[in-house]
């Protein structure tokens, strides 16, 4: 998504200073004044034509070259990351985000989020696994929500729970 008007003017003339360097640029997107630009003034005819040019740009490089050359030249970038990027990401291992919990009843150990931001005062930890399927059932419609065995009992034969 590229931002028009003020806030995306400088962004834009960057990409486009981009495109230059690489060849891929014309008259065309040259001509832009991104300053004004208005998607709701064009067409999307115009704006997939607008819109192509950093298309064709970004399909040269890898999300990991991407992202190296943005920041170089000051451009917010931000990949789509899949779950194996993010498991793999360079940042993301550097501030030890990850942890290792047990499943004892699976054999394995799998890896989750310790947290979603790091604290000087209070490192947050993951102290247990999430539940397996069902795990917690006698648990919570037991003791939390009242029923009785044999009610707990016929959800599950019924396929409730």
């Known amino acids: 998504m590229m931002y028009t008007g003020a806030f995306g003017a ?4 960057r990409l486009v200073k981009w495109l230059n360097d690489t060849g891929l640029a014309d008259d065309y997107v040259n001509s832009i004044d991104w300053a004004t630009l208005d998607w709701r003034k064009h067409t999307k005819a115009e704006a997939d ?7 064709r740009l970004f399909a040269t490089m890898t999300k990991q070259e991407l992202l ?6 000051r451009i917010m970038i931000q990949p789509v990351s899949s779950a194996r990027d993010l498991v793999n990401h360079v940042h993301l291992q550097a501030r030890d985000y ?3 919990l047990d499943y004892p009843s699976l054999g ?6 310790v947290r979603f931001c790091l604290n ?8 247990r696994r999430a539940p397996m ?9 037991a003791k939390e ?10 959800m599950k034969e019924a396929g409730i729970i």
């Open 133 to 141: 399927i069902g795990e917690h059932n006698q648990e919570i419609y």
């Open 145 to 154: 929500l009242n029923y009785s065995i044999s009610e707990i009992i016929a």
């Open 108 to 113: 394995v150990k799998l890896r989750y989020p």
């Open 68 to 73: 190296a050359e943005a920041i170089r030249r």
């Open 98 to 100: 990850w942890q290792y």
């Open 10 to 13: 400088a962004e834009n003339q």
């Open 120 to 127: 000087s005062e209070t490192p947050g930890r993951n102290w």
């Open 49 to 55: 034509r607008i819109q192509d040019y950093f298309g």
